[in-house]
């Protein structure tokens, strides 16, 4: 079915809307969402390129649920950012290609895609948001709604937390690498947080992908999440077609469906 | 919450359905339901007492899915236990309490939990089943539906992958240790299947826990799910009244209610 794809069906990433945050084990690709998070998303990038992320540490990885890095001193000057942000955890809806799934969503009246990522809609209040979905990448933030910047960043390793849809920004997904964050040992504090400094993963950098020659990017395509393409690979994954499935299901949720990458 | 609900609402573990699964990392500890799976039950535990799984490996670990053990070489006899098992995909309606979600679901008509296990019901048609939550353990196979014996196990360590529900035979859920497994490194094969031998994580030991001198068991309590404090605890998940939610969710889904341990 994807090798059926028809080249146009397939995207490259725009290097101004990706980071590479480095590890020692590798590289994970994170894809900005601007449409979503246009405040947030361009405060991240001026985090990028000031280099606030570089030298610091993944801080918590709660089994199931995130992986989130930061500076833990919290004491690192924000250079030309700003300090905090207003929330960006819904939008109105607006007139990008909105892929509708034909299922009942526990959490939203739709759900679907938009531009290579999760979204659920309220069309009734004209509100649409970004779904905490598996490799969703968020904004750390405090009680306040305001208070995330874009210094405390996490990312869903687990069962999609739903409950935090609306709650918090969602700026972006990863989009290779996942399995670098996902395996990373739990913090054994509470929510995860490492309570052993020397063993907080250390961020080697992050940089903005424009930043980095192009002979060092990461090549990467996905199958448009607005293409005839995208919509067979969805009715591929609702009902089974493979031979082991001896009682396909004939329903599909949207954090259930992975966006194809090559 | 939890802090005030009664001693009656938490059980124990019965050391009879209960398996260890020892790695070198750590003990991961089963709980295995014999209500919805007696014949597949009965036979691991057969494998089990005969050590069938000692010195095997975990042969695959795909992201966002499952970590599956077994035999690699399917060589290893299975001394008196079946080889071929019937499979227990679904069962009639039982007459145990079931604990229902207020709230549609994706894929069945109700959600809910009996016994400290995730189950979905179909009332028309006289039908429930496991679900397959983080955590849940089944029983791998090949084409044909009756191929699985229980040599091959497998646990969720992603995003609930329920259009395997009625598709493979659950038989437990691990309740200690998930963090031993979620951790593994992915196996860069298809499927997550490690391509290198010595790569592959090595089983010490299965053993019921029964078998297990009590001074070494692992000391656990779960809340039960037929106890009013269970029902407590799932609308304190629904809503969540911390001050730190913004716009709070007002349903939720059986795959995202962990169930309390201490």
Redesign the interface.
């Known amino acids: 079915m994807l090798a059926a794809a028809p080249a146009t069906d397939w995207r490259t990433l725009d290097a101004r809307r990706v980071l590479y945050l480095e590890l020692s084990s590798g590289r994970v690709v994170i894809e900005l969402n601007y449409e979503f998070a246009p405040a947030s998303v361009t405060n991240i990038k001026t985090l990028v390129r000031e280099r606030y992320f570089d030298g610091l540490y993944i801080v918590r990885t709660q089994?199931?649920h995130v992986v989130q890095w930061g500076d833990p001193s919290a004491n690192r000057p924000l250079g030309s950012a700003r300090a905090s942000m207003p929330?960006e955890?819904t939008k109105n809806i607006g007139n990008s290609y909105f892929t509708v799934l034909p299922?009942?969503?526990?959490?939203a009246p739709q759900t679907g895609f938009i531009d290579g990522f999760p979204v659920a809609r309220d069309a009734v209040h004209d509100k649409e948001w970004l779904i905490h979905?598996?490799?969703m990448v968020g904004v750390g933030r405090?009680?306040d709604?305001a208070s995330g910047n874009g210094t405390i960043l996490y990312a869903v390793i687990?069962?999609?937390?739903?409950?935090l849809?609306?709650?918090a920004t969602l700026v972006g997904r990863v989009v290779a690498g996942?399995?670098l964050l996902?395996?990373?040992?739990?913090g054994t504090g509470a929510l995860g947080f490492y309570t052993e400094p020397e063993r907080r993963p250390v961020i080697r950098s992050v940089r903005l992908a424009a930043e980095v020659a192009e002979s060092e990017r990461t090549s990467l395509e996905l199958l448009r999440t607005e293409s005839v393409s995208f919509e067979k690979w969805i009715e591929a994954?609702r009902t089974?077609r493979e031979?082991?499935?001896?009682?396909?299901?004939t329903?599909?949720?949207v954090?259930?469906i992975?966006i194809p990458t090559r």
Chains 1, 2 share one sequence.
Do not use: K
């Open positions: 089994d199931n929330p955890f299922d009942v969503d526990t959490y979905s598996y490799g405090g009680a709604p687990g069962q999609a937390p739903r409950h849809d609306c709650n996942m399995e996902s395996v990373l040992p739990r994954r089974r031979p082991w499935f001896h009682a396909p299901s329903s599909i949720d954090c259930s992975p």
